[in-house]
């Protein structure tokens, strides 16, 4: 399911997240950035953020941004050209044979796209742990305070 009330040619507004917990994590992330702002003429970045691994046990903490875009692609052609810049910054996938996640030298994630709502096999929008993740919510506060989730019209928590 989509739904959008946007024209097709119209820019959307794409929050994302970086993560890294490998390597220069500081370097891996600006990196990341680099990639964004040069692909679309600029990007608004939050300060970065420390966080511990979520839903995996490791000893390596996480350094996150928070990134508003504007973009003409496709929800689904922006989450492949991400994936793009992962693959070119040595990212190799973020989950094991069984499913789970892995350390990982960057991860980019769409947090949301506008007020659009997306749901497929390959693409969640928002994205299902937005509400639950302190260096998801917190960076996405950063980037627009007022945001409210399309589907159940909570504000984004405080902490």
């Known amino acids: 399911m989509v739904t959008t009330p946007k024209q097709m040619n119209d820019k959307h507004i794409y929050y994302l997240n970086i993560g890294s917990n490998l390597g220069d994590k500081h370097a891996q992330v600006r990196l990341a950035i680099a990639a964004l702002s040069a692909g679309t003429g600029g990007c608004a970045v939050t300060p970065m953020m420390a966080s511990e691994p979520w839903g995996f046990e490791s000893a390596n903490t996480f350094v996150n941004v928070g990134v508003m875009l504007r973009s003409d692609l496709t929800p689904m052609e922006m989450l492949r050209w991400l994936h793009d810049i992962e693959r070119q910054l040595g990212s190799a996938s973020h989950r094991d044979a069984r499913g789970g996640y892995v350390d990982r030298v960057v991860d980019i994630d769409i947090m949301a796209i506008d007020d659009l709502v997306i749901d497929t096999p390959e693409l969640t929008v928002p994205h299902r742990h937005l509400m639950d993740r302190d260096f998801f919510y917190l960076l996405m506060r950063q980037l627009n305070p ?14």
Not at 148 to 156: K, M, Q, R
């Open 146 to 159: 007022n945001w409210v989730h399309p589907v159940t019209g909570d504000p984004l928590p405080t902490k």
